[in-house]
Structure formats: C-alpha cells, structure tokens
C-alpha cells in the first residue's frame, strides 16, 4: 500500500476517531463478547388467525361460538377435516386427538398433528387489543403502543443482543415487527429488516466494471487495519472495533458459498421439502425464509431468523380459505423442524439443529367467535401461541379461553394476581429459558416455570 496513502487515512481517521471518542453516545459494544450454540425462529401469523380451527378448537355451537362448517370453509384441501354433525345442511369438523397426547386440535393443524411431543401450546392469551398494529408489536415486543410506536424491543432483538453479538448475522428480519428500542442494547444486534430474503442477494451483488474482487479485497484489508490502529488509540475504542468487525465480515458476506443463501433457486435445492409442487397459495414464502434459516444455522451465519407469514386476515368470505392459509404455515413450520432434525450443528459434533434450535409462532390476536354478516370473522382480543423448543416441555398446553365467548380466562395466580397470561409472560418465559433476567428487556411478564423443562 502506499505508505503516503496510508499516512493519509492515519490522520483522517484519528481526526473522525478523536470526534467520536469525546462523545460518550456510543454503549453498543462495551459489553463483553457473547457466543452461543443456540438458534433461534420466531414467526409472526400476521393478520390475526382464527384458532377455533387449529390451537383451541371448537366445534359447537356454545354460547355466541358459531364453529366452521362446511358453510363457511371450502374443506377440500384441508386434510385432516373429518365432518361432524352441525345441523340438517352442513357439517362443521371432528376435534383432533393425537394417540398418547392430551392436546387437541383443529383441522388446520396440518403436519404439525403428527409431532404433538414436540408442541407447547398457549391458549387464551389477554392480547387486549383488536389492532393490527398494536397487536402485531405487543406479541413481539410485550407492550403496547405508545402514540403509535413501539416502546420496547422484539423478542428477537432480545435475543440477539444476548447470544447473537459475535454472530455475522445477530438477526434477519423478513418482514417481522421487529425493533431496536433500548438503552443497553449493542449496536451489532440491530436487525437487518428485509422484505425478502432475495433482497440480501442483490445487496451483497458486486459488479467488476470499475474494480475487481482482488481491489475490494484490498480495499478491506486496508481498512480492517485502519480501523483496529484507531482503535488502538481511541477512549470508547469498543465502537471503533465494531467497525473492524464488520469490515473483517465482508469478505466471507460476499464469498460464493454465503451469497448462496440468500438465493431462492439454490434454497430450493438445498431445501427442496420447503418448495412443494403444486406450489403452496399461500404460504411460498414461509417456505423460502425456512429454508434459509436451515442453511444459515447449518453455515453458523445467523443467530435468530424472523418472518411474518401470508395474511390470516378474513374479514368477508375469504375466510373459507383461512383453515388452508394456517395449514400451509403449519405444513411449512412441521418440514422446518424436519430439517433441523436432518442438519448437522455448526459447532456441535454429534449434535443437530433441532437440538438447538428454538421456534416461536405468534399473531396479532384471533378473530371473532361469531360469523359475519359477509361470512367472515372480524378481529377478537383473544389469542395464541405456539412454542416449539428443547427448553419446553412439549406435549403441553397452557391457558384457556372461556367456552362460551372465546374470551382469555384465568390461567392462574400470577405476581399480581389471578389473571390470564398475557404476551409479556409468554416472551419473559421464553428468555428466561436461556438463563436470561426477563426483566432486562421486558416491564411485564411472569416466568412461566411449568412450560421449561429442568
């Protein structure tokens, strides 16, 4: 390198290094470094499901529930709808129970049906909201909106700024609600919110008209050490090495192997159980971000990969397609946990991915008991869950909504007092699983010790 060059940049780079030293604006990268083996899938069933079909089934008529029928719902690709008796023209479905589970089903359940060992199910979940938006960031975050905008951190964020710091990729984020809100949060874990996961391809797509892979390389090289000697004489030198960091993480962005998964033709080839044929209505690209959540894990890049899923927003009589837009999603999420059965851990020998590997399935809340006068179901404060996770015992459910209005119930005494549980308690269990103080992140929310393994 040209040492005049060199000089050059030096002097540049102490001025921008003084500038930014003086200032204690900068946390982001005062904590130590963490590593971790743990992965993490959370999933947003955007829209607002129905789960009289699937998670917290009902089938008669009680009170103001008007269950699914054949009224109501084209049942022929749904393949675990067994008619029941409803009345003298039409039949609503049979309640799925599988052999030596507790849990029930609805039809909508799809492949998930056949694995309930692996299932932990929340029902009536308080989401006290019937917003898109305000339901969307209190499942994800654990509180509501403020004048419109989140106060608080996703659950993915959470998680990356716990295990995810040294990762190349802490979060990708396709189009889940995900935020950066906090005081102590490092400025590595800020998610990469992408539309689609083909969106990071031609971001990292590089054209050799004006330079060649070796001049980038050398250009990078060249500020990797500009960066660490800056370091070397900066106060808050940590900011300045999260700038080498990323710079050292370029070369490996843009090498083949990893812009590879951000592709969907070589996903399907890597993954080809995501892409079925005929291709899924509604749910394709779920099928996508799954299959680049197994390569990414498999490869080490990634720490929590974050989507939300096609619509379950039926308010008219779209709603006859609402069993197969959630068994679509189900489908996909029972192949993801297929992979990481089959997938090798990165650093692990002997190990899989489903050994650690941990999935979260939320929405923004449920829809109406009652059917509409355009043969839909409209938006319902009630909700939820599912959790799929070596750190949970499966087999499980959790919480009830009550049988005649589909409303949360008591699903126990909790610090204050007998109530249902509630989005905060979901997300403050699911950290705490992984050793980490709920209360760092979250304001609300008890431990839900019964649903963690010991």
Not at 42 to 59: E, F, K, M, Q, Y
Not at 211 to 238: F, Q
Request: proline residues 6%; neutral net charge; glycine residues 8%.
């Amino acid at each position: 390198m040209d040492t005049r060059r060199r000089t050059f940049l030096k002097v540049l780079g102490g001025a921008a290094g003084a500038g930014i030293a003086s200032q204690p604006l900068f946390r982001a990268f005062a904590d130590p470094p963490v590593a971790s083996d743990e992965f993490f899938v959370l999933i947003h069933a955007s829209g607002g499901w129905d789960v009289t079909l699937s998670l917290d089934p009902r089938n008669e008529r009680r009170g103001i529930i008007e269950p699914g029928s054949t009224d109501t719902i084209d049942t022929a690709p749904i393949r675990l709808w067994r008619d029941a008796p409803l009345d003298a023209d039409s039949s609503t479905f049979e309640i799925l129970r599988p052999a030596g589970s507790s849990l029930r089903f609805g039809p909508a359940i799809g492949a998930l049906a056949e694995m309930p060992d692996r299932l932990t199910v929340i029902n009536g979940l308080a989401m006290n909201t019937v917003s898109h938006p305000d339901g969307t960031f209190f499942a994800a975050t654990g509180r509501h909106l403020a004048g419109g905008k989140p106060v608080a951190a996703s659950i993915d964020t959470m998680l990356a700024n716990e295990f995810g710091r040294e990762s190349l990729l802490p979060t990708v984020s396709v189009g889940y609600p995900s935020t950066y809100v906090g005081d102590d949060l490092d400025a590595r874990v800020s998610p990469l919110r992408v539309s689609s996961v083909d969106t990071l391809s031609k971001m990292l797509n590089r054209g050799n008209v004006n330079t060649t892979a070796a001049d980038r390389l050398a250009v990078t090289a060249m500020l990797t050490e500009e960066a660490r000697d800056l370091a070397a004489r900066s106060w808050y030198r940590d900011e300045i090495e999260g700038f080498g960091l990323q710079l050292q993480a370029l070369p490996r962005m843009l090498s083949p192997d990893v812009q590879s998964i951000f592709n969907a033709t070589s996903l399907a080839a890597a993954q080809p159980t995501f892409f079925t044929t005929p291709a899924k209505r509604f749910q394709a690209r779920a099928g996508v971000n799954c299959a680049f959540a197994v390569e990414a894990m498999k490869r080490n890049l990634v720490r929590c990969v974050s989507f939300s899923s096609a619509s379950h927003d039926t308010h008219s009589n779209n709603y006859r397609s609402q069993p197969l837009i959630q068994q679509e999603l189900f489908d996909t999420i029972a192949a993801l946990v297929r992979a990481l059965d089959a997938a090798p851990h990165p650093t692990r020998t002997g190990r899989r991915l489903a050994d650690h590997t941990h999935i979260m399935v939320v929405s923004d809340f449920c829809r109406t008991p009652q059917i509409n006068l355009t043969l839909g179901r409209d938006h319902y404060p009630n909700g939820s869950a599912l959790v799929i996770s070596p750190k949970f015992v499966g087999n499980t459910s959790f919480g009830r909504a009550d049988d005649d209005q589909m409303l949360p119930a008591n699903a126990g005494t909790f610090a204050d007092g007998a109530r249902a549980v509630a989005p905060p308690d979901l997300l403050a269990t699911f950290v705490s699983a992984f050793g980490v103080n709920p209360r760092k992140y979250l304001r609300d929310g008890d431990v839900i010790r019964s649903l963690l393994r010991a």
